[in-house]
């Protein structure tokens, strides 16, 4: 049984992790009982069918929907529908693309900076220092940290200074160091909490300011100081981290920021410089770790990113690493390899799925006026979209191939590796904010008849005609493993390979020409080229437009 219904009082729970086309109508009939409110909740589920979107569309006040993929609840958003979000990983967001860090501390503090400074990898982000200092003397703060690092140039904060990378900013004693627009600006406030600077003072601006792009970090100190900063650090999305009490004979600036409970980690100073240098090093891993954890991957789930472009990988893995935070790559990798949900939403990280109806106008417009009308001559027209993501761009054809009279003997492949994407195009459902965009590139391509009937209106989202859909054939393929498909007059293979390596793409290369008619066309993103592949004969350089050399 896919679908389990448990009563309590009014409320209907209803947990679903398998959904076959059998329990779409057991769901409705749930759906129709007499219950109050329904909570439904799709465990471990990553796509679902439009039926049931559709059905769920139609009862969305009476049922409140729960899940624990990140990926279903960012499509079913943009269809409209409201979430509830159980997260497996964390029970705290965390900053991922990490910017700005500040560090905030009073007695016994200098050592733990030392330390941190000591520790940083090259990088771009800035950092701000506020350490409560005697106002009656000279700091000489930035020419001690200066020490330290190479990498930094270390400088104490003046007012109207504009933030740079690359830099440590120092608060001097007697002032509050605050941030608006991206320049620095010293005050003479009143102290806060018996301070200036204040910690409390630096941080909220930092955060408002920079909002989830910023670390905040609380070492040594006697005091509350930031303690009553840290609501609005996590209203804005900040993250803050407090080193651990035991660590430090000074405490009770810890002990009372602790206290709130408004903050993602109490770390130890080894795992607090850890999770920074983690966060700001782009060599972080080990490359001889990720090529044997891709190896494994693909013995494990037969999946093949070894062609992929390295700092793809890595960025990929770096974001998703902060997800799951493990000990170390090596409980990462068993984590991963152990767990195939787990992997499914890493493999979704790793495919990057950003497309649109008509993207590129330029490039349909001259598929309408020139490629297109010159298959007029085949009695059967087929076409692949290579990497086809959530089926924007092959509908997008086809509705061009409908307007010329070719559609009727035309068949498109749509492929990806990605299954779940996949799905995601079989159901042909987009944003009513999207196909406002939608409208207006395909008005851009040269579209001259009523767009809106190649789709059906439900409230929040459309959902593409039938007739469309019928002449595509949305599967599975793997670029980098699986052979030819069949031969095409036209391939579609855009913004797909720009993250692959040199190697991987001359084969792909090999794989099209083997695949295309003797007189057929091969279309590449805005971004790609065809590394002076003798195989081909450039029409269209600009717009990325090629023909298989005879």
């Known amino acids: 049984m896919n679908v389990v219904a448990q009563r309590h009082e009014d409320v209907l729970k209803i947990i679903v992790q398998k959904i076959k086309k ?28 439009k039926e049931l979107i559709i059905e769920l569309k139609k009862r969305v006040d009476k049922i409140d929907i729960f899940t624990n993929e990140t990926t279903l609840k960012t499509y079913l958003m943009n269809l409209g529908f409201t979430l509830k979000y159980k997260d497996v990983y964390n029970d705290k967001p965390k900053t991922l693309n990490l910017q700005y860090i500040a560090i905030g501390g009073s007695a016994g503090s200098l050592a733990k900076f030392i330390e941190i400074i000591k520790a940083l990898p090259k990088s771009q982000v800035s950092i701000f220092i506020i350490m409560h200092q005697k106002p009656d003397k000279k700091t000489h703060l930035n020419e001690i940290l200066q020490k330290y690092t190479n990498d930094y140039n270390v400088v104490e904060a003046k007012s109207d200074m504009k933030v740079e990378s690359n830099t440590i900013y120092c608060a001097p004693a007697g002032k ?29 601006s930092l955060s408002n300011e920079y909002k989830n792009t910023l670390l905040a970090v609380l070492v040594c100190g006697y005091g509350a100081d930031g303690s009553d900063s840290l609501e609005s650090l996590s209203k804005n999305g900040s993250t803050v981290l407090i080193e651990n009490p035991k660590e430090c004979e000074a405490k009770a600036m810890l002990e009372n920021a602790i206290a709130t409970k408004l903050y993602d980690e109490v770390l130890d100073l080894e795992q607090l410089v850890n999770y920074i240098k983690f966060n700001i090093d782009d060599d972080f891993f080990d490359k001889k770790d990720i090529k044997i954890f891709l190896k494994k991957v693909y013995e494990k789930y037969g999946y ?3 062609g992929y472009n390295e700092n793809h990988i890595k960025r990929r893995i770096h974001l998703f690493y902060s997800n799951l935070k493990p000990k170390n790559f090596k409980e990462f990798q068993e984590i991963v390899l152990n767990n195939k949900s787990v992997f ?10 950003i497309t649109t109806f008509y993207r590129n106008p330029k490039v349909f417009k001259l598929l309408k006026e020139e490629i297109l009308p010159k298959l007029d001559s085949y009695l059967d027209i087929k076409i692949w979209c290579a990497g086809c993501s959530s089926g924007e761009e092959p509908y997008s054809i086809a509705i061009f191939l409908k307007e010329l009279g070719l559609l009727d003997r035309s068949l498109i492949y749509a492929t ?22 939608f409208l207006k590139h395909y008005y851009q391509a040269g579209g001259n008849q009523s767009f809106s009937k190649y789709f059906i209106s439900h409230d929040d989202f459309v959902e593409i005609d039938e007739s469309i859909k019928d002449k595509i054939l949305f599967f599975k393929h793997n670029l980098a493993l699986d052979s030819k498909l069949n031969e095409f007059q036209l391939i579609f293979c855009r913004n797909v390979l720009i993250y692959f390596d040199k190697d991987l793409k001359n084969r792909i290369f090999d794989l099209f020409k083997d695949s295309l008619d003797s007189y057929g066309f091969l279309v590449l993103g805005e971004s790609e080229s065809l590394n002076n592949n003798l195989n081909y004969v450039t029409i269209d350089e600009k717009n990325k437009i090629y023909k298989r050399k005879i």
């Open 416 to 437: 990806d590796l990605n299954d779940v994407i996949l799905e995601n195009a079989k159901n042909g459902l987009y944003s009513k904010e999207s196909y406002e965009r």
């Open 22 to 49: 059998e329990d779409i109508k057991t769901l409705i009939n749930y759906f129709d009982s007499d219950s109050k409110k329904i909570e439904l909740n799709f465990l471990n589920i990553q796509m679902i069918p």
């Open 344 to 353: 499914k939403d890493l493999f979704l990280n790793i495919s990057v799925n």
């Open 304 to 306: 093949d990113y070894s």
């Open 176 to 204: 509050h160091m605050i941030v608006a627009g991206n320049f620095i600006f010293l005050t003479d406030e009143e102290k806060r909490n018996f301070s200036r600077p204040s910690i409390s003072t630096s941080f909220e």
